[in-house]
């Protein structure tokens, strides 16, 4: 029983880590090279078949609010 319990907690703490682990690099990344994330929001949403006079408005309010920002790079 305590294996397991020990096993769960290694886990979680694991997978705590690796997310804060990314959260900080990818603010690193908005802070040090905001253009190519600016970006990479651009590539997502042409996925998504938005053109550039569509997800222009979304890269700038997303760069102009840097908490929504990092949220969506988490996503």
């Known amino acids: 029983m305590w294996a397991r319990t020990l096993v769960r907690y290694l886990a979680a703490k694991s997978d ?3 997310y804060y682990r990314e959260l900080q690099r990818e603010q690193d ?3 040090t090279v905001p253009d190519t994330e600016a970006a990479e929001i ?3 949403l042409s ?3 938005l053109g550039p006079e569509e997800y222009g408005p979304v890269v700038t309010s997303l760069r102009n609010n840097p908490k929504a920002w ?3 790079m988490m996503k």
Request: avoid cysteine; charge should be negative; proline fraction near 0%.
């Open 47 to 49: 996925e998504y078949g």
């Open 16 to 18: 705590a880590d690796h």
């Open 42 to 44: 651009a590539d997502i």
């Open 29 to 31: 990344e908005i802070d």
């Open 70 to 72: 990092l949220e969506f």
